[in-house]
C-alpha cells in the first residue's frame, strides 16, 4: 500500500521574533524541517513527500536545500490562507486515488519512528490514526469569572502526524466549509468517520516560541547519539 505524507509549513517566525520563518530556523546546525523529512525518510524512504509552503517561499526553501546539500526527494505545493487550504492543496499534489496519507506539522521535527509507524499502520488497516498524550498539569474550565476542575484523564494533548485512508481525507475535503475546521480529524469526524487515538512521543513537541527551539536543540542532541548508538549495535551483530 502506498504512503504519502503532507508536510504543511506555514510559519512566519513572528512569535520567534525573527524575521525567518520558524520552518528554516537552525536546529542542529540545519534548517529544523529539513530533520522533519529526515524522520520520515527513515521510516521509509519510498513514502511520497509532499512539503505545502506559503507562497513565496519555494525559492527561499531550494536555496537552503542547496547550501545544505539536502537531497530528499518530494513534491512542492504552495500553501493557502488557511491551513485547511495547504492541506488541500498537499492532497492536489498527489495523483494516486489509493494508499495511506499522514498531515504533519512541518515544525514537528522530533517524530519518532514508533509514532510515524503506529499511525500509518492503524491507517492501514482502514482506522483514522491520531496519536496524543495524556496530561500530567492539574486543569480547570473558566466560566468569567468562575472556574471548575477538569479530569485530565479524560484530556489528551494532540499531535501529528494525523493518519488517514487517502480516500477518507480526500472525501473530508469536499466539506463546503473545510477552511474552517484547524484540525485535519475534526475535519474528517464531520464525515461519520470515527477518530482512533494512539499514543505519540513526549518529544513530539510542536516548535513555536524560542524556548521550544532551545529544548528541541538539547532534544535533538539526544535522539541523534541514540540513533548513533543503535546503527553501531546493529553494524556489530
Known amino acids: 500500500m502506498e504512503r504519502f505524507v503532507i508536510i504543511v509549513a506555514g510559519g512566519s517566525g513572528q512569535r520567534m521574533g525573527t524575521g525567518i520563518p520558524k520552518q528554516f530556523l537552525p536546529l ?4 529544523l ?3 522533519t523529512m529526515e524522520a520520515f525518510q527513515r521510516y521509509d524512504a519510498k513514502t511520497g513527500v509532499v512539503l505545502v509552503l506559503p507562497a513565496g517561499q519555494a525559492k527561499q526553501w531550494k536555496d537552503l536545500c542547496s547550501l545544505h546539500g539536502f537531497m530528499f526527494a518530494h513534491q512542492l505545493a504552495e500553501g493557502g490562507e488557511t491551513r485547511g487550504h495547504s492541506v488541500r492543496s498537499g492532497l492536489n499534489a498527489i495523483a494516486a486515488t489509493e494508499g495511506v496519507v499522514a498531515v504533519h506539522d512541518g515544525v514537528r521535527p522530533l ?3 514508533e509514532t510515524i509507524a503506529r499511525g500509518f499502520a492503524l491507517a492501514e488497516s ?3 490514526a491520531v496519536p496524543g498524550l495524556p496530561l500530567a498539569d492539574s486543569l480547570r474550565i473558566t466560566n468569567g469569572n468562575n472556574s471548575r476542575p477538569l479530569d485530565r484523564t479524560l484530556v489528551r494533548r494532540i499531535q501529528t502526524p494525523q493518519c488517514f485512508p487517502l480516500h477518507i481525507l480526500r472525501e473530508a475535503y469536499r466539506h463546503p466549509r473545510f477552511m474552517d475546521f484547524t484540525d485535519d480529524a475534526q475535519l474528517v469526524e464531520t464525515t461519520g468517520n470515527a477518530i482512533t487515538l494512539y499514543e505519540g512521543n513526549a ?4 516548535i513555536t516560541t524560542p524556548f521550544d527551539l532551545k529544548l528541541a536543540g538539547l532534544l535533538a542532541g539526544e535522539i541523534t547519539l541514540d540513533i548513533l548508538s543503535q546503527q553501531n549495535r546493529d553494524n556489530n551483530e
Open 33 to 35: 524541517l529539513m530533520h
Open 203 to 206: 518529544e513530539n513537541i510542536k
Open 111 to 113: 517524530v519518532s519512528q
Open 126 to 128: 482502514g482506522k483514522n
Open 28 to 31: 542542529c546546525g540545519r534548517p
